[in-house]
Nanobody, 118 residues
């Protein structure tokens, strides 16, 4: 059974930092590119960051470039999102998802809420 369990969200003041984690199971993690998505109230879900299966070249949505860092630990089957210099507009539910890989995996976890507010 494919599972994604996101954690690490919370309430933080503007300018603060959080590190999100996504523990996975049920598929061969090391063969998949992975991504972090977010969905703010009243908005569509958007891709925030992605990382290839073996790590290396990462991509970021323009508004988070220079502030967020995605990385992965294939031994732990986990991806992370380090978020620095947080802004109120980063407030959203954050999700991880398997992207390119041997088989399409159309599954989502429950997400983790990030709220940036003073």
């Amino acid at each position: 059974q494919v599972q994604f369990v996101e954690s690490g969200g919370g309430l933080v003041q503007p300018g603060g930092s959080l590190r999100l984690s996504c523990a996975t199971s049920g598929f061969t993690f090391s063969l998949y590119a992975m991504g972090w998505y977010r969905q703010a109230p009243g908005k569509e879900r958007e891709l925030v960051a992605s990382i290839p299966s073996a790590g290396g070249r990462t991509t970021y949505e323009d508004s988070v470039k220079g502030r967020f860092t995605i990385f992965r630990d294939n031994a732990k089957k986990t991806i992370y999102l380090q978020m620095d210099s947080l802004k109120p507009e980063d407030t959203a539910v954050y999700y991880c998802k398997a992207m390119a890989g041997p088989v399409h995996l159309p599954y989502w976890g429950r997400g983790t809420q990030v709220t940036v507010s003073s």
